[in-house]
């Protein structure tokens, strides 16, 4: 491969503080080329691909390693293992797939799957999982989580390594070799070449800011969520139509899309009769913070592209994930997920099992009635698995509700309170005003059946499972800076970045 030359564009800051001296340049011929490109594959299907003139890939690869564009007899068969995949799973459209395999060293055989966001909490969990699993895995990630950490002044309770040793330590342990593609999703020149080096069957869009109260800091990073969320999902469904035609886009979505209705929460669509006539439509979405809007947008526009384009789309509607361990996590300490517990990235339940450790009371947002769907991160990871295997068929977008158990944050209080104790703690609650604007009591019965039809088996709630996730807790309770765990982010008193510096003078 040619060397990069300096970049003609404009990334953005967290590219550039993320992957300093990673490079990745198009020449305006190629750029010039992307329409053609695309109209002949629209003509000619998934016909011989040519070398795109002008890319460089070296410096989308990890340090030490080069990329090289497969021969065309390579590149040949891999596109004929993935039209079986999305054959198979076409001609099996209406019948409960086998999962018996599911965990077999070869299962994702012939499948390429890119998980953009690899190096976050559920994004890295996923990539081992299905590396381990036979799949071809690469990330896609700029490190901005671990940016917004250095601006926040947060840490991840367990101590977490740079990317690059994380996916060095995971060969080494595993034999499988996960591909790496430092860079930001909202530059589109640098997607573009991750795709056209990659030619993934699959791609798993966890790439997002994925926090509420972030959103709802100030201006600055209300705006940052919209523009880095919803522009950088309509990127990748343009690399998807112009470069991978029958990919196979896999959104984590939120159940916070639903809000809290006064009727039952469908997965994701609903049928209405309305003066006589009926129609099957996207259940309504009332998001309830900046970041769970830019969930709505994303899925508004994945339905239009999806139609529009003929994509292959899934929309997972993921409740509250809780855990820190995988079975690959925990085969070498360079490999341990991160686990948040301020105020502003941690999880319910994460937060509170943290809380009771270090003799902090936990905190319910005031009257603590709020219900949300949960589920285990080991389910996570299947429940992408599962996506995976089951493409959609092109034109249609698939939605599923992602969790597996609905408490209230009482309950979950409750639980972690007897768990503590059996361990020798003494977790205490207290209730506070709540931060949020939100219901603090209401109905939630939301429906969640899909992903069981075709094979979830969820790992639910149990005491041996607080007793797990608290023990590994303990283990690292004297890096906790308590001063992180009360809620620091009031939605009513969002405002500009001016007024916000104001206010702590």
Not at 91 to 112: C, F, I, L, M, T
Not at 120 to 142: F, K, M, P, Q
Not at 159 to 188: A, M, T
């Amino acid at each position: 491969p040619r060397t990069a030359p300096t970049p003609t564009t404009t990334m953005s800051a967290f590219t550039m503080a993320a992957s300093a001296g990673v490079t990745v340049a198009a020449a305006p011929a190629a750029r010039r080329s992307v329409a053609q490109r695309s109209a002949a594959r629209a003509s000619a299907g998934l016909g011989s691909r040519k070398a795109v003139g002008g890319v460089s890939l070296a410096g989308l690869a990890a340090p030490g390693a080069v990329l090289n564009r497969r021969s065309a007899p390579a590149a040949g068969a891999s596109r004929a293992r993935r039209s079986n995949v999305f054959a198979a799973a076409d001609a099996a459209e209406k019948v409960k797939p086998d999962r018996s395999g599911a965990d077999a060293k070869d299962a994702g055989a012939g499948q390429r799957v890119m998980i953009i966001g690899g190096d976050g909490y559920c994004g890295w969990a996923t990539a081992l999982h299905l590396s381990n699993r036979g799949y071809e895995v690469a990330i896609v990630d700029n490190m901005c989580r671990r940016t917004f950490d250095d601006q926040l002044g947060f840490n991840s309770l367990t101590p977490i390594k740079g990317i690059h040793e994380r996916v060095r330590k995971w060969e080494e342990v595993s034999g499988n070799k996960i591909q790496l593609y430092v860079g930001d999703i909202c530059d589109y020149e640098f997607l573009s070449a991750a795709f056209q080096a990659f030619e993934p069957t699959a791609a798993v869009h966890y790439g997002e800011q994925r926090s509420a109260p972030y959103s709802m800091m100030d201006r600055t990073r209300a705006v940052f969520t919209q523009t880095n969320n919803v522009m950088g999902t309509i990127n990748v469904m343009y690399a998807i139509k112009e470069f991978a035609p029958e990919c196979h886009l896999v959104k984590l979505g939120t159940m916070g899309e639903y809000g809290t209705p006064n009727i039952d929460i469908e997965e994701g669509y609903i049928t209405i009769e309305h003066n006589g006539r009926s129609d099957t439509l996207p259940y309504p979405k009332q998001g309830g913070s900046f970041y769970h809007l830019s969930k709505c947008h994303d899925s508004a526009n994945m339905l239009f592209c999806t139609k529009a384009w003929g994509l292959r789309t899934t929309d997972l509607n993921q409740g509250v994930v809780y855990g820190v361990a995988t079975e690959e996590t925990m085969m070498a300490p360079e490999l341990i997920n991160r686990l948040d517990y301020d105020a502003v990235f941690g999880t319910a339940l994460n937060r509170f099992c943290i809380q009771a450790a270090v003799g902090h009371p936990m905190t319910v947002y005031g009257k603590g009635g709020q219900t949300r769907g949960f589920l285990d991160i080991r389910d996570t990871v299947r429940c992408i698995q599962i996506a995976c295997d089951n493409p959609a068929p092109p034109g249609e977008m698939k939605i599923y509700n992602q969790f597996t158990e609905q408490f209230s944050v009482n309950e979950l209080a409750a639980m972690v309170t007897e768990a503590g104790k059996k361990i020798g703690l003494d977790p205490q609650v207290i209730n506070v005003p709540n931060p949020r604007t939100e219901l603090e009591e209401h109905y939630y019965n939301a429906k969640n059946s899909k992903l069981g039809d075709l094979g979830l088996e969820p790992h639910l709630m149990s005491d041996a499972l607080l007793d797990s996730l608290l023990n590994i807790i303990v283990q690292y309770k004297d890096s906790v800076d308590q001063r992180l765990l009360l809620p620091a982010v009031n939605w009513k008193e969002s405002a500009s970045v001016g007024q916000n510096v104001a206010a702590n003078k």
